[in-house]
């Protein structure tokens, strides 16, 4: 009777370890992104807990007393993710969001106004009423050259030794502004595009579209004027690029950066909206974080 009872309670110590190893829970079973990515949380009593986003490879995040979290980025469609710890198995979709638009298409606008800002005043007032008059300017061009073909050709040198002079202002730009350019094509997920001690800029891409991007500003350039101003002209030029507003962005802004200031540990996330763009501002003890989604 002795060695029955023991047996008993030894396989019903085994039984409830088993249940014990087996919990397995999440904090939702829909989730929408927020910012760049989904942060997925709950608890568990293994050791590692294994997910798997739609039919993608499985990844593992490791538990930490009890809870455990991981992010999957945002995505233009519902996404399920099935998520297990032991022989205990979870299913949660994460929602789907609105892309801010093709990913290369936004890079060329982007680096273009990047190079340009390193012209001089008077140059790049050159260039943009060059390109508002380029039509006119070459219709005028062809009927020159019915009537005073020698004026025409003259007027064509003109025009060439410009272009071969603001081929090279444009080509010096290029290489004062390498550091800040992003690159023309990048793989799907979420990384840093570029990366200067002013400013880093982070994007979450997902075939071939640009999801979100995130501005990350250490707090401490931004008691400098050259960090000011790195932060005020990178940001001006991701909203611009993102056909937002950036002068009313930014009087939104330093009004939550003041209250930012007041209070010095907190991290609490800001919202401001400018012609269908969302702007999510955040603070750390280190960094300022803006995230740009639609």
Do not use: W
């Not at 039919?55 to 945002?74: E, I, L, R, W």
């Not at 005073?148 to 064509?156: E, G, K, S, V």
């Amino acid at each position: 009777m002795k060695k029955l009872l023991l047996g008993t309670l030894g396989l019903l110590a085994l039984t409830l370890a088993g249940c014990s190893n087996n919990q397995l829970t999440t904090k939702k079973t829909s989730y929408h992104p927020t910012a760049l990515t989904a942060v997925v949380k709950g608890n568990a009593s293994v050791k590692r807990v294994t997910y798997q986003i739609d039919q993608g490879p499985k990844q593992s995040v490791k538990v930490h007393s009890g809870a455990y979290f991981f992010q999957v980025p945002a995505a233009t469609k519902d996404q399920t993710v099935k998520i297990s710890a032991g022989s205990a198995k979870k299913t949660i979709t994460v929602k789907k969001v609105r892309a801010l638009g093709n990913y290369k298409t936004l890079a060329a606008k982007y680096n273009q106004m990047v190079v340009a800002s390193y012209l001089p005043t008077k140059v790049q007032k050159q260039l943009q009423d060059a390109q508002k008059t380029q039509a006119a300017t070459k219709k005028k061009l062809t009927a020159l050259a019915k009537t005073d073909p020698a004026a025409a050709a003259a007027a064509m040198q003109q025009q060439q030794a410009a272009a071969k002079q603001l081929q090279t202002q444009m080509a010096t730009a290029k290489k004062k502004a390498k550091d800040q350019l992003l690159p023309t094509t990048t793989k799907d997920g979420v990384k840093n595009l570029t990366a200067t001690k002013y400013t880093t800029v982070r994007a979450n891409v997902q075939d071939g579209k640009l999801m979100g991007l995130a501005m990350i500003t250490p707090t401490k350039q931004m008691k400098t004027k050259t960090g000011q101003k790195q932060f005020g002209t990178t940001f001006a030029l991701l909203g611009t690029t993102l056909k937002a507003k950036p002068k009313y962005v930014i009087n939104k802004f330093e009004k939550v950066l003041k209250d930012a200031k007041k209070k010095s540990t907190s991290t609490t996330t800001k919202t401001i909206e400018s012609n269908g763009i969302r702007f999510n501002t955040g603070f750390s003890t280190d960094d300022l974080y803006i995230y740009m989604t639609k």
